[in-house]
């Protein structure tokens, strides 16, 4: 597992730990986090540029019909900003597009 520290300027390491999906139109698929809960990572999501996708956190992700709302815990809108996980957390990915989306997701470990 790649170590995440703050150097270079900015930079971080390449992860070599990592998932891609090609998420299917309301197919939920789900990602289990390697590791133990006592492990840290940083999480970053990249995803398909125009695609909805939704992100639970050890919820089930669900996007809301039309009309409608969610107030689901732990659920986020494409997420655009790196977030922190623990070894064991799983993480739910859904989107309503008809056209599917590309998501990856790299894990850098967080030292203690």
């Known amino acids: 597992m790649t170590?995440?520290?703050?150097?270079?300027?900015?930079?971080?390491?390449?992860?070599?730990t990592c998932f891609?999906?090609?998420?299917?139109?309301n197919t939920e698929q789900?990602?289990?986090?390697?590791g133990v809960n006592s492990q840290k990572y940083r999480a970053?999501?990249?995803?398909?540029?125009?695609?909805n996708v939704y992100m639970?956190?050890?919820?089930?992700?669900v996007a809301p019909g039309a009309g409608l709302n969610s107030t689901t815990p732990n659920l986020i809108f494409r997420p655009e900003k790196p977030f922190?996980?623990?070894g064991g957390d799983v993480i739910h990915l859904v989107?309503?597009?008809t056209a599917g989306?590309?998501?990856?997701?790299?894990?850098?470990?967080?030292?203690s």
């Open 20 to 25: 891609q999906a090609n998420l299917a139109a």
């Open 84 to 86: 922190y996980v623990k």
């Open 44 to 51: 970053e999501m990249n995803l398909t540029a125009n695609a």
């Open 30 to 34: 789900t990602y289990t986090v390697p």
């Open 101 to 111: 989306a590309h998501v990856g997701i790299s894990l850098l470990a967080v030292p």
């Open 95 to 97: 989107t309503p597009d």
């Open 56 to 61: 639970g956190l050890n919820v089930t992700a």
């Open 3 to 16: 170590t995440y520290h703050c150097n270079f300027d900015h930079t971080k390491p390449v992860s070599d």
